[in-house]
Protein backbone atom coordinates (compact mmCIF):
# COMPACT_ATOMS: atom_id res chain seq x y z
CA UNK A 1 0.00 0.00 0.00
CA UNK A 2 0.92 3.22 -0.84
CA UNK A 3 -0.76 4.65 1.82
CA UNK A 4 -1.89 8.40 1.39
CA UNK A 5 0.01 10.25 -1.88
CA UNK A 6 0.27 14.10 -1.83
CA UNK A 7 1.35 15.66 -5.69
CA UNK A 8 2.55 18.64 -6.23
CA UNK A 9 5.35 18.90 -2.94
CA UNK A 10 6.11 22.19 -3.83
CA UNK A 11 4.32 24.87 -5.92
CA UNK A 12 4.67 28.63 -6.50
CA UNK A 13 1.44 30.48 -7.22
CA UNK A 14 1.13 34.14 -7.65
CA UNK A 15 -1.36 36.14 -6.33
CA UNK A 16 -4.75 35.29 -7.73
CA UNK A 17 -3.84 32.09 -9.65
CA UNK A 18 -6.04 28.97 -9.24
CA UNK A 19 -4.54 25.36 -8.40
CA UNK A 20 -5.86 21.99 -6.70
CA UNK A 21 -3.71 19.87 -4.48
CA UNK A 22 -3.96 16.48 -5.41
CA UNK A 23 -4.70 13.96 -2.31
CA UNK A 24 -5.42 9.86 -2.69
CA UNK A 25 -5.49 6.84 -0.19
CA UNK A 26 -5.60 3.22 -1.05
CA UNK A 27 -6.53 2.52 2.22
CA UNK A 28 -9.94 2.11 1.57
CA UNK A 29 -10.70 5.41 3.90
CA UNK A 30 -13.63 6.64 4.46
CA UNK A 31 -12.70 9.79 6.75
CA UNK A 32 -10.74 12.45 4.53
CA UNK A 33 -9.51 15.70 5.48
CA UNK A 34 -7.02 18.69 4.97
CA UNK A 35 -5.05 20.29 7.47
CA UNK A 36 -2.61 23.24 6.62
CA UNK A 37 0.26 23.97 8.97
CA UNK A 38 1.97 27.18 10.07
CA UNK A 39 4.68 28.43 11.93
CA UNK A 40 3.42 28.89 15.71
CA UNK A 41 -0.26 27.72 14.53
CA UNK A 42 -0.24 23.75 15.01
CA UNK A 43 -2.52 22.01 12.74
CA UNK A 44 -5.74 23.69 11.45
CA UNK A 45 -8.70 21.77 9.95
CA UNK A 46 -9.57 23.02 6.50
CA UNK A 47 -11.85 20.78 5.24
CA UNK A 48 -12.97 17.24 6.26
CA UNK A 49 -15.06 14.29 4.24
CA UNK A 50 -16.72 11.45 6.30
CA UNK A 51 -17.20 9.43 3.00
CA UNK A 52 -18.05 9.89 -0.71
CA UNK A 53 -20.09 12.66 -1.60
CA UNK A 54 -19.91 14.44 1.95
CA UNK A 55 -17.98 17.11 2.73
CA UNK A 56 -17.87 19.73 5.77
CA UNK A 57 -15.67 22.95 6.84
CA UNK A 58 -13.76 22.45 9.31
CA UNK A 59 -11.69 25.81 11.52
CA UNK A 60 -10.64 27.65 8.67
CA UNK A 61 -12.07 26.68 5.09
CA UNK A 62 -12.40 30.47 3.44
CA UNK A 63 -10.57 30.13 0.01
CA UNK A 64 -10.43 26.35 -0.33
CA UNK A 65 -13.17 24.23 -1.80
CA UNK A 66 -13.05 20.86 -1.85
CA UNK A 67 -15.24 17.10 -3.21
CA UNK A 68 -15.10 13.90 -2.56
CA UNK A 69 -16.31 12.09 -5.77
CA UNK A 70 -14.53 8.52 -4.89
CA UNK A 71 -13.39 6.91 -1.18
CA UNK A 72 -10.10 7.38 -2.71
CA UNK A 73 -9.24 10.93 -3.75
CA UNK A 74 -9.98 14.15 -2.07
CA UNK A 75 -9.05 17.25 -3.70
CA UNK A 76 -8.13 20.84 -1.85
CA UNK A 77 -8.97 23.86 -4.47
CA UNK A 78 -7.70 27.11 -3.89
CA UNK A 79 -10.26 29.63 -5.56
CA UNK A 80 -7.69 32.60 -6.12
CA UNK A 81 -4.74 32.03 -4.27
CA UNK A 82 -3.22 34.73 -1.58
CA UNK A 83 0.32 35.38 0.47
CA UNK A 84 -1.90 34.43 3.68
CA UNK A 85 -2.60 30.80 1.68
CA UNK A 86 1.46 30.62 2.06
CA UNK A 87 1.52 27.15 4.01
CA UNK A 88 1.78 23.77 4.29
CA UNK A 89 -0.38 21.59 3.59
CA UNK A 90 -1.33 18.27 4.66
CA UNK A 91 -3.92 15.68 3.55
CA UNK A 92 -4.95 12.70 6.07
CA UNK A 93 -7.10 9.67 5.90
CA UNK A 94 -8.60 7.59 8.58
CA UNK A 95 -11.02 4.46 9.15
CA UNK A 96 -13.33 6.56 10.47
CA UNK A 97 -14.91 8.85 12.58
CA UNK A 98 -14.89 5.89 15.72
CA UNK A 99 -12.92 5.81 18.71
CA UNK A 100 -10.29 4.07 17.27
CA UNK A 101 -9.36 5.74 14.56
CA UNK A 102 -5.57 6.33 13.63
CA UNK A 103 -4.84 9.22 11.47
CA UNK A 104 -2.58 8.49 8.59
CA UNK A 105 -0.80 11.73 7.16
CA UNK A 106 0.78 11.91 3.40
CA UNK A 107 3.98 13.89 3.25
CA UNK A 108 2.86 17.33 2.67
CA UNK A 109 2.59 19.98 0.24
CA UNK A 110 4.63 23.13 0.94
CA UNK A 111 2.68 25.88 -0.96
CA UNK A 112 4.25 29.45 -1.56
CA UNK A 113 1.90 32.33 -2.98
CA UNK A 114 3.61 35.51 -3.76
CA UNK B 1 -15.69 26.95 18.25
CA UNK B 2 -13.78 24.18 20.15
CA UNK B 3 -10.07 24.66 20.84
CA UNK B 4 -6.90 22.68 21.74
CA UNK B 5 -4.02 24.81 23.34
CA UNK B 6 -1.11 22.72 23.87
CA UNK B 7 2.04 24.25 26.31
CA UNK B 8 4.95 24.95 26.47
CA UNK B 9 5.15 26.24 22.59
CA UNK B 10 9.08 25.67 22.94
CA UNK B 11 11.14 23.12 25.30
CA UNK B 12 14.76 22.82 25.03
CA UNK B 13 16.38 19.95 27.57
CA UNK B 14 19.46 18.34 27.94
CA UNK B 15 19.72 14.68 27.10
CA UNK B 16 18.26 13.09 29.76
CA UNK B 17 16.35 15.23 31.29
CA UNK B 18 12.29 14.72 31.48
CA UNK B 19 10.22 16.71 29.02
CA UNK B 20 6.36 17.16 29.81
CA UNK B 21 3.64 19.25 27.47
CA UNK B 22 0.16 19.85 28.48
CA UNK B 23 -2.51 19.55 26.09
CA UNK B 24 -6.20 21.40 27.45
CA UNK B 25 -9.38 21.87 25.54
CA UNK B 26 -12.30 24.04 25.71
CA UNK B 27 -14.73 21.40 25.39
CA UNK B 28 -15.22 17.65 26.34
CA UNK B 29 -13.61 15.32 24.22
CA UNK B 30 -14.76 11.68 23.19
CA UNK B 31 -10.93 10.78 23.10
CA UNK B 32 -7.25 12.60 22.56
CA UNK B 33 -4.85 11.40 20.14
CA UNK B 34 -0.88 12.28 20.28
CA UNK B 35 1.44 12.71 17.47
CA UNK B 36 4.94 13.61 16.69
CA UNK B 37 6.53 15.34 13.95
CA UNK B 38 9.83 15.35 13.23
CA UNK B 39 11.52 18.59 11.61
CA UNK B 40 10.61 18.27 7.77
CA UNK B 41 8.35 15.31 7.80
CA UNK B 42 4.87 14.91 8.92
CA UNK B 43 3.36 13.93 12.24
CA UNK B 44 3.25 10.45 12.81
CA UNK B 45 0.17 8.75 14.77
CA UNK B 46 1.78 7.72 18.65
CA UNK B 47 -1.12 6.75 20.95
CA UNK B 48 -4.74 6.94 21.41
CA UNK B 49 -6.30 8.12 24.96
CA UNK B 50 -10.05 7.00 25.61
CA UNK B 51 -11.36 6.63 29.34
CA UNK B 52 -11.27 9.22 31.95
CA UNK B 53 -8.04 9.11 33.86
CA UNK B 54 -6.66 6.72 31.44
CA UNK B 55 -3.20 6.56 31.77
CA UNK B 56 -0.78 4.57 29.36
CA UNK B 57 2.79 4.16 28.80
CA UNK B 58 4.79 3.49 25.64
CA UNK B 59 8.96 2.75 27.19
CA UNK B 60 10.14 6.11 28.12
CA UNK B 61 6.63 8.17 27.03
CA UNK B 62 3.55 8.32 29.33
CA UNK B 63 0.26 9.54 28.09
CA UNK B 64 -2.42 10.77 30.60
CA UNK B 65 -6.30 11.94 29.85
CA UNK B 66 -7.97 14.09 32.61
CA UNK B 67 -10.54 12.94 34.84
CA UNK B 68 -13.00 15.70 33.20
CA UNK B 69 -11.56 14.44 29.46
CA UNK B 70 -10.41 17.92 28.88
CA UNK B 71 -6.65 17.70 29.44
CA UNK B 72 -3.74 15.37 28.69
CA UNK B 73 -0.23 15.24 28.79
CA UNK B 74 2.34 13.61 27.76
CA UNK B 75 5.50 12.62 30.04
CA UNK B 76 9.18 11.41 28.37
CA UNK B 77 11.42 10.51 30.86
CA UNK B 78 15.01 10.84 30.24
CA UNK B 79 15.05 12.65 27.09
CA UNK B 80 17.25 11.22 24.21
CA UNK B 81 18.36 12.86 20.67
CA UNK B 82 15.61 10.66 18.65
CA UNK B 83 12.63 12.35 21.13
CA UNK B 84 13.47 15.74 18.81
CA UNK B 85 10.15 17.07 17.19
CA UNK B 86 7.16 18.70 17.52
CA UNK B 87 4.52 16.57 19.51
CA UNK B 88 0.56 17.32 19.08
CA UNK B 89 -2.46 16.87 21.04
CA UNK B 90 -5.57 16.34 18.92
CA UNK B 91 -8.67 16.14 20.61
CA UNK B 92 -12.07 14.44 18.78
CA UNK B 93 -15.54 16.04 19.62
CA UNK B 94 -18.11 15.15 17.38
CA UNK B 95 -16.58 14.19 13.73
CA UNK B 96 -14.16 17.07 14.02
CA UNK B 97 -10.56 16.14 15.29
CA UNK B 98 -8.81 19.33 16.29
CA UNK B 99 -5.02 19.41 16.62
CA UNK B 100 -3.27 21.55 19.30
CA UNK B 101 -1.02 24.38 18.93
CA UNK B 102 2.19 21.99 18.95
CA UNK B 103 5.36 21.61 21.78
CA UNK B 104 8.89 21.71 19.82
CA UNK B 105 11.25 19.66 21.56
CA UNK B 106 14.82 19.77 21.16
CA UNK B 107 17.68 18.08 22.83
CA UNK B 108 20.84 18.87 23.17
CA UNK B 109 23.60 16.12 23.66
Known amino acids: NAGVTQTPKFQVLKTGQSMTLQCAQDMNHEYMSWYRQDPGMGLRLIHYSVGAGITDQGEVPNGYNVSRSTTEDFPLRLLSAAPSQTSVYFCASSTGTGYTDTQYFGPGTRLTVL | GQQVMQIPQYQHVQEGEDFTTYCNSSTTLSNIQWYKQRPGGHPVFLIQLVKSGEVKKQKRLTFQFGEAKKNSSLHITATQTTDVGTYFC?????????FGTGTRLQVFP
Open chain 2, 90 to 98: AGRNTDKLI
